[in-house]
C-alpha cells in the first residue's frame, strides 16, 4: 500500500476531526504540492460533498487539483482520468448521483465516500508514475 493511500485511510478514520472527501485526497499529496497539510486541509474545505451542493465529488475534484499542482496538465491525461473514474461509477462524477446510485446498490455511504477517495488518491499516483 502507498504512503498517499495510508495517509488517507488514517484521515478516514479519524472522528474528532472531519476529513471530507476533498480533504483527504488534498493532506496525502501536501507536501509534493508545497503545501502544509492545515493549508491543503483548508483548501479542500469548501469542495466536499460536490462543492457543498453535490456537484463533481470533492474526491475527483481534489484529484485535478492536485495533479495541477504537481504539473499533470495535459488534456488526454484529464479526460482519462475523468473517463476512469465515470467507467467505475455509471458514468457519474456528480456527488448527488454517485451517491444515489451507490445507495441503490445498498452500499454505505460512508464505504462510498471512502472509496472515491481512495480511487482518486490512487489514479493520481497513476499519473504521477507517468510523468
Given at each position: 500500500?502507498?504512503?498517499?493511500?495510508?495517509?488517507?485511510?488514517?484521515?478516514?478514520?479519524?472522528?474528532?476531526?472531519?476529513?471530507?472527501?476533498?480533504?483527504?485526497?488534498?493532506?496525502?499529496?501536501?507536501?509534493?504540492?508545497?503545501?502544509?497539510?492545515?493549508?491543503?486541509?483548508?483548501?479542500?474545505?469548501?469542495?466536499?460533498?460536490?462543492?457543498?451542493?453535490?456537484?463533481?465529488?470533492?474526491?475527483?475534484?481534489?484529484?485535478?487539483?492536485?495533479?495541477?499542482?504537481?504539473?499533470?496538465?495535459?488534456?488526454?491525461?484529464?479526460?482519462?482520468?475523468?473517463?476512469?473514474?465515470k467507467g467505475n461509477h455509471?458514468?457519474?462524477?456528480?456527488?448527488?448521483?454517485?451517491?444515489?446510485?451507490?445507495?441503490?446498490?445498498?452500499?454505505?455511504?460512508?464505504?462510498?465516500?471512502?472509496?472515491?477517495?481512495?480511487?482518486?488518491?490512487?489514479?493520481?499516483?497513476?499519473?504521477?508514475?507517468?510523468?
Amino acid at each position: 500500500m502507498s504512503k498517499y493511500i495510508e495517509k488517507a485511510k488514517e484521515l478516514r478514520a479519524i472522528t474528532d476531526v472531519h476529513y471530507n472527501c476533498a480533504q483527504s485526497v488534498l493532506v496525502p499529496f501536501a507536501k509534493e504540492m508545497g503545501m502544509t497539510e492545515e493549508q491543503a486541509y483548508n483548501l479542500g474545505y469548501n469542495f466536499g460533498a460536490g462543492m457543498k451542493r453535490g456537484s463533481v465529488c470533492g474526491a475527483v475534484t481534489a484529484g485535478l487539483m492536485v495533479m495541477g499542482m504537481l504539473g499533470i496538465n495535459d488534456t488526454k491525461d484529464l479526460q482519462a482520468y475523468h473517463n476512469a473514474i465515470k467507467g467505475n461509477h455509471d458514468g457519474y462524477l456528480d456527488c448527488r448521483d454517485l451517491l444515489a446510485s451507490s445507495a441503490k446498490k445498498g452500499e454505505d455511504k460512508k464505504a462510498h465516500c471512502d472509496g472515491m477517495v481512495y480511487e482518486a488518491v490512487k489514479l493520481v499516483e497513476e499519473f504521477m508514475a507517468k510523468k
